[in-house]
């Protein structure tokens, strides 16, 4: 982690093997994130495309259904595709946000980066890893809405991308690009407040970031979990907008004509039936979920880069 006092020597090393570490330190997040967050994921997705009369009340009721009508491994239907796509989606943002930190503390010196090149860091890795996102989470959360046999489309992922394939083309598997670019454009704010303190950062946010946590008696995994934990609730009261958009664009019927041609169709509808508070439906579940869920992938990412950071010294 970066000091408040001069340039963090793990970013001051160019190495190819310092540059390595960002990537496999990524993919243990990635695994991570797959086993607390995805029953949490499920009742989102399935939240975000029901509907306000839908076949869920809410957070709590959709879970009930979920798991009386098709069991407890329903809540990780299509963790298939995240389990491999997570993996990579994360080394390549973490890995990516590792070298951008890098090559940005070359360009500072002995001065540290300041919040904002850490938020630069953190919206080139949302950017970088929105073309590998976007098919992985339009499989995931294609599989996430199948409720039971009627609703039934696809038997598994590879049979979902073998029909996307065949019905609309090779690049119907990153339809949504636009909106998951968006919607991973705010990791500029999860990586700039995971660096920040209340002196640095607006005070609405109520909340002591990594910088003011090392001054407490947490040790580092401590203050990367917690820090890790509330830069992700800052990040998804601003982002989740953009991901109810990008999840209901995904998850539309495969028919022609499209009922929603465009993501702005998409906001419109959601806008004009269901007001503002459309675009924050299933935020209960994310914003539970938004906590332990990145809180120890922050955790688990830091860990093994501490731990592959003590074996090269070795």
């Known amino acids: ?126 950017l970088t890893v929105s073309f590998v996102a976007t098919p992985v989470e339009q499989i995931k959360a294609r599989l996430q809405v199948q409720y039971d046999s009627n609703t039934k489309v696809y038997k598994g992922p590879v049979d979902c991308i073998r029909q996307l394939v065949r019905n609309n083309g090779p690049t119907a598997l990153w339809t949504g690009l636009g909106p998951t670019m968006l919607f991973r454009s705010w990791f500029f704010l999860f990586w700039s407040s995971y660096e920040a303190s209340l002196r640095n950062i607006p005070a609405i946010f109520l909340s002591v970031f990594s910088r003011e946590l090392r001054k407490t008696s947490l040790s580092d995994g401590g203050v990367s979990f917690v820090a890790g934990g509330l830069s992700a609730t800052v990040f998804w009261i601003g982002a989740f907008p953009s991901d109810v958009i990008k999840n209901r664009y995904m998850t539309q019927p495969d028919v022609t004509p499209r009922q929603f041609p465009t993501p702005m169709s998409v906001a419109r509808h959601v806008y004009q039936t269901q007001g503002l508070r459309g675009f924050y439906r299933g935020f209960l579940p994310s914003f539970l979920r938004a906590f332990p869920t990145n809180a120890a992938a922050v955790f688990m990412f830091e860990s093994v880069m501490s731990v592959l950071s003590t074996t090269e010294l070795d």
Not at 96 to 112: E, F, I, Y
Request: charged share 20%; glycine share 14%.
């Open 1 to 126: 982690m970066s000091k408040d006092t001069g340039a963090n020597p793990e970013l001051a090393d160019g190495s190819w093997q310092n540059r390595a570490r960002g990537f496999a330190a990524g993919m243990a997040s990635g695994i991570t994130k797959l086993a607390v967050g995805h029953p949490f994921d499920t009742v989102k997705i399935r939240l975000q495309t029901s509907g306000p009369d839908g076949r869920f009340k809410g957070p709590l009721d959709c879970l009930k259904k979920t798991i009386s009508k098709e069991g407890p491994k329903a809540l990780y239907k299509g963790a298939t595709p995240p389990l491999v796509g997570w993996m990579f989606m994360d080394s390549i943002m973490l890995g990516t946000l590792h070298n951008a930190r890098v090559t940005m503390q070359s360009w500072n010196g002995d001065k540290p980066l300041s919040l904002f090149q850490h938020g630069l860091a953190g919206l080139a890795g949302g």
